[in-house]
T-cell receptor, first 111, second 116 residues
């Protein structure tokens, strides 16, 4: 049973436009959510996170939105740049528990 | 940020042999290291958590006798895949935590294991 779901395996976005990556979760005990970026043959790199007490966290071009009632979070990247092309993993954890990853969404930024 | 290295980056071995993968935290001391496995187009799956000087905690379904984990120092953890079989072929990634806090993990670049 997948506790963290990324239903879009891939997404293509024009350079300069907004990229929106979505993630749903099922475990109401999750209280911390993270986004990782991963290039081929490399390990994930931490991008941005959000605690369950917040509904928005912004860091430069990256903003994560959390909707606890819908058990949904999204990552917004604006403006999208060619270097943003990668696989993005949504992840979640409960207090002192392991991180659960989604399957990832491959983002293609088109020139 | 904190740097974690893995060696080797790629390894090809024959079925039945054992393979050791090293994970090092280069500029910090890691109280806790994590080992993940990723199959193609799948999520990273936690295999085990290891704390320096103590036995690793394995996730359900992960054979501790097959995947030997040693965390002998605060900067080095090793994963040994014993008697590897083709189904063990995967991308193995380690991560390290300074504080032991699960949310603060720094990931290594991963090791691609191919078992023939």
């Amino acid at each position: 049973d997948q506790q963290v779901k990324q239903n879009s395996p891939s997404l293509s976005v024009q350079e300069g436009r907004i990229s929106i990556l979505n993630c749903d979760y099922t475990n109401s005990m999750f209280d911390y959510f993270l986004w990782y970026k991963k290039y081929p043959a490399e390990g994930p790199t931490f991008l941005i996170s959000i605690s369950s007490i917040k509904d928005k966290n912004e860091d430069g071009r990256f903003t994560v939105f959390l909707n606890k009632s819908a058990k949904h979070l999204s990552l917004h990247i604006v403006p999208s740049q060619p270097g943003d092309s990668a696989v993005y993993f949504c992840a979640a954890s409960a207090v002192d528990d392991k991180i659960i990853f989604g399957k990832g969404t491959r983002l293609h930024i088109l020139p | 940020g904190a740097v974690v290295s893995q060696h080797p980056s790629r390894v090809i071995c024959k079925s039945g042999t054992s393979v050791k993968i090293e994970c090092r935290s280069l500029d910090f001391q890691a109280t806790t290291m994590f080992w993940y496995r990723q199959f193609p187009k799948q999520s990273l799956m936690l295999m085990a958590t290891s704390n320096e000087g103590s036995k690793a905690t394995y996730e359900q379904g992960v054979e501790k006798d097959k995947f030997l984990i040693n965390h002998a120092s605060l900067t080095l953890s090793t994963l040994t895949v014993t008697s590897a079989h083709p189904e063990d072929s995967s991308f193995y990634i380690c991560s390290a935590s300074v504080s032991g806090v699960v949310n603060e993990q720094f990931f290594g670049p991963g090791t691609r294991l191919t078992v023939l």
